[in-house]
Nanobody, 125 residues
Framework: QVQLVESGGGLVQPGGSLRLSCTAS????????IGWFRQAPGKEREGVAC????????GYADSVKGRFIISRDNVKNTVYLQMNSLHPEDPAVYYC??????????????????WGKGTLVTVSS
């Protein structure tokens, strides 16, 4: 079965860190750009970052620049989102999705290929 599974979400205090994982099963991730997105209650889904097949980070949202880092480990078939200095504005369900190799869908805000079900991040003291 082909699927993406996000993990690593949870409750963290403001200023804390989390590392999210996006693991693929049933297909190799190294043929795909992978985007991370998030959606908070009552808000539209927004792109957080994307990573291309040649390991180039693309399109960090202004609100996460300097705090979040996207990376990939093709051996583990996993893409990560390291989130540091978490703000009260960061809570959301975080999703990953497959894209064209150079993150074309992410950049053009068009349809991504496949989505995971998301992982919830909560920031609270």
């Amino acid at each position: 079965q082909v699927q993406l599974v996000e993990s690593g979400g949870g409750l963290v205090q403001p200023g804390g860190s989390l590392r999210l994982s996006c693991t693929a099963s049933g297909f190799p991730l190294d043929y795909y750009g992978i985007g991370w997105f998030r959606q908070a209650p009552g808000k539209e889904r927004e792109g957080v970052a994307c990573i291309s097949v040649d390991d180039i980070s693309i399109g960090y949202a202004d609100s996460v620049k300097g705090r979040f880092i996207i990376s990939r480990d093709n051996v583990k078939n996993t893409v990560y989102l390291q989130m540091n200095s978490l703000h009260p504005e960061d809570p959301a369900v975080y999703y990953c999705a497959t894209d064209e190799p150079q993150c074309k869908g992410y950049v053009e805000k068009s349809v991504m290929k496949a989505w995971g079900k998301g992982t919830l991040v909560t920031v609270s003291s």
